[in-house]
């Protein structure tokens, strides 16, 4: 009689507990779908593309490109801080494309951290170089390009003109390195160079400093023993 009583509360107990494991494993399953959909749709998620803010410049756009830029940045004042004190520059507008081309490499920071890397005592210091390779990454970012002479605006290279050297290459037509500088520092000028260099500017304070940098010490390829940097460039009011 008692085995009659208790077959039937073991049945009950057993399917009871089996319910409750079955619950559990279902929470388990839909818990681990939930996880993973979640997963996947995060995973999914497409990455947005950022268009970069300037153009890598070539010889097939730079001129176009700084046409539109000389007229939206019409920033002609320069101060160039050096390990020997600040010069001051005023940029030309008639020279716009030279011009537009100082104030874009200026704004894009790429002359902080160069040097003046050749020095002429009683002629020229010139600057925007340097042997350091984050220099080198520096102008591969910006573009490479060369642009034209523009020498007949009437401007000429008297002390403390500020112009722009031609290309390292051989080429007839002058076409100007953009990322170096140089200033006449000779007195009654160098107006040879004239007719082959463009002038772009003048200092118009701090030639004792251009004075001093022309007297370091330099060795036979004009470069400073000692490393004569441009700390930083950036355009005044």
Same mark, same amino acid.
């Given at each position: 009689m008692k085995f009659q009583l208790l077959f039937p509360m073991v049945i009950g107990i057993g399917l009871l507990l089996m319910s409750c494991e079955d619950k559990q494993t279902s929470k388990d399953k839909n818990t681990s779908i939930a996880k993973d959909s979640i997963i996947s749709k995060i995973k999914s998620k497409p990455k947005l593309k950022t268009e970069p803010e300037f153009p890598v410049l070539t010889d097939n756009n730079a001129m176009e490109f700084f046409l539109e830029y000389e007229k939206e940045n019409p920033e002609d004042k320069v101060r160039i801080t050096t390990d020997f004190g600040i010069i001051e520059i005023q940029l030309y507008n008639k020279t716009k494309f030279h011009r537009a081309n100082f104030v874009y490499l200026t704004k894009r920071n790429y002359f902080n951290n160069t040097q003046f890397y050749r020095v002429v005592k009683n002629f020229v210091i010139q600057g925007g170089s340097s042997d350091d390779y984050n220099i080198a990454k520096r102008r591969k970012k910006i573009g490479h $390009? /060369?642009?034209?002479?523009? +020498? &007949? =605006?009437? $401007? +000429?290279?008297? =002390?403390?003109? !500020?112009? @722009?050297? %031609? %290309?390292? !290459?051989?080429?007839? #037509?002058? /076409?100007?390195?953009?990322?170096?500088?140089?200033?006449?520092? =000779?007195?009654?000028?160098?107006? #040879?160079?004239?007719?082959? #260099?463009?002038?772009?500017?003048? *200092?118009?304070?701090? @030639?004792? *400093?251009?004075?001093?940098?022309?007297?370091? &010490? +330099?060795?036979?390829?004009?470069?400073? /023993? %000692?490393? *004569?940097?441009? =700390?930083? *460039?950036?355009?005044?009011?």
């Open positions: $390009y /060369l642009l034209p002479p523009d +020498t &007949k =605006r009437g $401007y +000429t290279h008297k =002390r403390g003109a !500020i112009s @722009m050297p %031609s %290309s390292e !290459i051989e080429n007839a #037509y002058k /076409l100007a390195s953009p990322f170096q500088f140089f200033i006449i520092q =000779r007195e009654g000028g160098a107006n #040879y160079l004239d007719r082959d #260099y463009t002038v772009f500017g003048e *200092v118009t304070s701090g @030639m004792d *400093v251009v004075d001093k940098i022309a007297n370091v &010490k +330099t060795d036979e390829g004009d470069w400073p /023993l %000692s490393n *004569v940097y441009i =700390r930083k *460039v950036e355009l005044i009011n």
